[in-house]
């Protein structure tokens, strides 16, 4: 299902409620989703929707990412600081969703980083999908750079919508690291020495971009490594998890890159951190 084929159908009023928007950078991801708001709420007549920036509707003026924009039926949720996108935000945000529209024949909701879902803030949105509380139409978005990071029943339930490649991360030097990096983690498998983390750790840092505190790409390639380097692994459930416990913190780690610590520090604590402490 490509992006064409979806606006076609939101300018006949036929979508489907639940879109998962995917692939391409995040421009892309955000941007398309406001088109397609645009599409679902403008009201001039089909064939013109969206209707454009000259000379738009009292809708599509002010349908926009948030901050700069407000528009009462539309609405985004966005990942704070914080790892997941946690039940309580995502229940907040949804609760929008059993009032009628304020202006709008409907209401869009968007997550903009759905991979952040954490499971019980995905079975508060499955549950409104299955029994929808309003007449009126209601359409749910969820952006993710992959569509396999989202959860299984989230997935089942929503129709994918592809933007193009993933531009933002490089699959021959993901699967490079994961390689050099996985290699380190068999040896420590095997004999618990410290000193392959350390190579571990050296494996993810062979990765360009450190230089800026801010940039996150590094931290995105080397958590994708572990990822990928997990698909193929044969590891224990206790490995598994602590492995994914680390890619899930580096992806948090920039900030502590900002206070001053080296990425090689943060790499080499994280690691040993999540693999070394004994399973509770
Ligand atoms: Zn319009």
Redesign the pocket.
Known sequence: MNLDVVLAAAREQRLYPALILYGANLDVRQNSAIELA?TM????SPD?????DQD??????RIGWPTEHFHPDFHVLERDLRTATSTGATKNFLSNAYSAPFEARGQVFVIAEAESLSGGAADSLLKLLEEPPQQSPRYFMLLAASRLDLLTTLRSRSLSVYLGPNDALDEAEISQVAEAFGQAIEGFVSDSAAIHLLTAADALAQTKGWKDPRNRKPWAIAAAAIAHYLEGAELDVSTRRALLATAEALLDAPRMRVRGITHNRILEGLLARHLTQPIA
Request: positive net charge.
């Open positions: 645009r709420l403008c009201e001039r013109l929707r969206p209707c454009g738009p509707c009292r809708h599509c003026e």
